[in-house]
């Protein structure tokens, strides 16, 4: 909620580590009316986080995804910058770290934001595959610290995963949830630690499955990815694979009591997980995916799929509106 000034009267939030994940958090948070501090140890790497942070914003209003009632400029007079690390966390409520995908990084900088924030802020993490029990354990205030995930580009894609530590307290994680909702996200909640959490579980699955049918000579690396786009994808945009079972039978258990058995038969023949290292898989996903989305192009590609996901996430959004 923004008061008639344009700034918020919700907490401060900081934002620890500027890079793209990061300022994609900073214009979230900004454009759903929290005031922003944005932290890197450059001032550098700060100017080029405000102007990206400033693209971020204009793109959501652009595209009529804006997460709250404010303009992009309003937004981003919410945001200030720091190369100190106390100041930045001085105040906060909720504290999302974005730094290098390292144990031994997210150990010092948690270690040290322990020290400094308010023992009531929430330490939260955007890592993708380290779990918050590796790097928390030591701290005194661990009980407020755990894994706040997003999937890539959080700008268009909502999903959240809030995963705990052990020791996190119950009501962090409701309170990281309800501040993930605050801002439009969707946010999920992991019951446990588990490698890898949920996203790159289902992820890495559907990868190794790939991986095997090109690797065996059963499809093409074009047309695996075509069983996606033009098939399981579309589906799962709207329902996941439980919603899609059910709907794909007379409910989950007709469908379980016509399939399971050929379901079971289907992946005992699966075959080993690769090791995703087969150098001649490498190389045909190479020749094929270089044709496709030649990697001196990426900058572009990103564009184009971040244009298609803002697309999608408009009509989504209708959707749910109508």
């Not at 939030?13 to 501090?37: D, K, N, Q, R």
């Not at 944005?38 to 942070?53: F, P, T």
């Not at 786009?229 to 799962?236: H, N």
């Amino acid at each position: 909620m923004s008061t008639t000034n344009g700034m918020s009267d919700r907490g401060k939030v900081a934002i620890v580590g500027s890079g793209l994940i990061g300022t994609c958090w900073a214009a979230l948070f900004a454009s759903a009316g929290y005031p922003v501090c944005l932290y890197d140890i450059g001032e550098e790497q700060l100017a080029n986080s405000r102007k990206n942070v400033k693209n971020s914003l204009m793109k959501l209003e652009e595209d009529g995804l804006s997460r709250g009632s404010s303009t992009a400029e309003e937004a981003l007079s919410r945001i200030t910058s720091t190369t100190s690390l106390a100041e930045a966390l001085q105040g906060a409520v909720y504290v999302q770290e974005s730094t290098m995908e390292s144990v031994e990084f997210k150990q010092k900088i948690f270690a040290e934001m322990d020290s400094l924030a308010s023992p009531t802020t929430i330490l939260a993490s955007s890592t993708s595959t380290i779990p918050a029990s590796s790097f928390t354990e030591g701290l005194k205030h661990r009980c407020r610290c755990l894994v706040v995930h997003p999937v890539n580009p959080p700008l268009y894609l909502t999903l959240t995963e809030l995963v705990p530590a052990p020791w996190t307290e119950p009501s962090v994680v409701d309170r990281a949830y309800e501040i993930m909702q605050s801002i439009g996200q969707t946010p999920i909640r992991l019951q446990k630690e588990v490698l890898g959490f949920a996203v790159n579980r289902l992820q890495y699955a559907l990868l190794a499955e790939s991986w095997r049918l090109v690797k065996d000579g059963v499809l093409s690396v074009e047309d695996v990815d075509k069983v996606m786009s033009e098939g399981l994808g579309p589906r799962y945009a709207f329902y996941g694979p439980f919603g899609v079972v059910h709907l794909n039978a007379a409910g989950v258990r007709d469908y379980c009591t016509r399939y399971a058995t050929g379901i079971r038969r289907v992946l005992a023949d699966a075959g080993e997980t690769p090791t995703f290292e087969e150098p001649e898989v490498i190389r045909e996903l190479e020749d094929s995916l270089q044709k496709l989305l030649p990697v001196e192009r990426m900058a572009d590609h990103s564009a184009e799929r971040a244009q298609k996901l803002a697309e999608l996430a408009k009509l989504k959004r209708k959707l749910k509106m109508d």
